[in-house]
């Protein structure tokens, strides 16, 4: 079992450092001061006084630095470490899976139907492994220089159609679970990074959506040359303190071991990491009233050449 380091020790330790100079460098200006007053050359002393203010004011700046960086870093190896946790269920619990139906059927007589269902679960196992490993290689990716001769004008609104059907075919869902108002539009790119932005998108909002997701992805070109695609759900939402984090690697709300959706919290810092090498944005709001979230996409882009003669 994993250790995870607290971070109270270098919370507190930064705390009483700081106080610690404060107070130095206020008993040090007034020992100055007094010492000052009693002599004639207070050139030297004011000299003294500004240079040592100068020195202990950079050296609170720097523990304060060093504390938010210890802080940063006590969180990313939390992080680090519910990364592995999960990463750990994920190979695992599909694995004994797979061998607990392959040992029932070389070791037993199960029927034709059970035969079918089990062959059924198999699949949805080795799918769970695969989306794993995709989760790992597009991560991979995203440490390689992109090559300029690979984008292309890609046609977004086709590609969100046929992300929707392979979402809604992943989960076993009707395929009008998510709803499409898609306006044509294109954006300049290599064609799989955007597919893994808005794979990764929607399979968050099926997953997330509770029992009965619905799904509505928007798609439109706006004023001044950027496509803006909505991918909205009915999930539980995101707290709004939480709504920067969760694009932040190996970041997942609550507990790793008290979790009932799999995941290794890559999707949304994949999605952030790619689309801002595409030079666009992407921010997570709420529904209002409603309960769900708003992911929004900008992405540089126009209106096809076709439409735009034809205007």
């Known amino acids: 079992m994993l250790i995870r380091r607290s971070i109270g020790w270098p919370i507190t330790l930064g705390v009483v ?3 610690l100079l404060v107070a130095l460098t206020i008993g040090w200006i007034a020992v100055i001061i007094v010492a000052a007053n009693r002599t004639t050359s207070t050139g030297y002393w004011w000299a003294a006084l500004a240079v040592g203010t100068t020195f202990l004011a950079l050296v609170l700046v720097g523990v304060v630095i060093y ?3 210890a802080i940063k870093e006590i969180r990313l190896n939390q992080r680090q470490s519910n990364f592995i946790d999960s990463v750990t269920h994920e190979l695992k619990s599909p694995l004994a899976s797979l061998k607990l139906y392959v040992q029932t059927l070389s070791r037993h007589s199960v029927t034709e139907a059970q ?5 059924r679960f198999m699949l949805e196992d080795l799918e769970r492994l695969d989306s794993l490993i995709n989760h790992m290689l597009d991560t991979a990716r995203l440490n390689q220089a992109p090559v300029a001769e690979e984008a292309v004008d890609v046609e977004l609104s086709e590609l ?10 992943h989960y076993g869902l009707p395929h009008d679970t ?3 108002e ?4 294109i954006v300049h790119a290599q064609p799989l990074d955007i597919e893994i932005i808005f794979r990764n998108l929607i399979d968050n909002a099926l997953k997330y959506s509770g029992d009965k997701p619905e799904v509505l992805l928007q798609c439109w070109v706006a004023g001044g040359g950027v496509v803006v695609t909505r991918v909205i759900d009915n999930g539980p939402g995101i707290p709004l303190n939480l709504r920067r984090k969760v ?3 190996f970041f997942r709300i609550g507990s790793e071991l008290e979790r009932s959706k799999t995941g290794t919290g890559l999707g949304l ?5 790619l689309v801002k090498r595409l030079r666009g944005t992407v921010t997570v709001r709420g529904r209002g009233s409603q309960s769900g979230s708003v992911f929004e996409v900008e992405l540089p882009g126009h209106v096809p050449t076709t439409q735009q003669s034809a205007a």
């Open 17 to 19: 450092m700081i106080l």
């Open 67 to 69: 504390l938010v960086l």
């Open 115 to 119: 035969q079918v269902d089990f062959h």
């Open 160 to 169: 969100l159609r046929r992300c929707a059907v392979t979402g809604c075919s």
């Open 178 to 180: 998510i709803k499409l």
């Open 182 to 185: 898609l306006s044509p539009a």
């Open 247 to 249: 694009f932040g690697r």
């Open 269 to 273: 810092f994949i999605v952030r990491t």
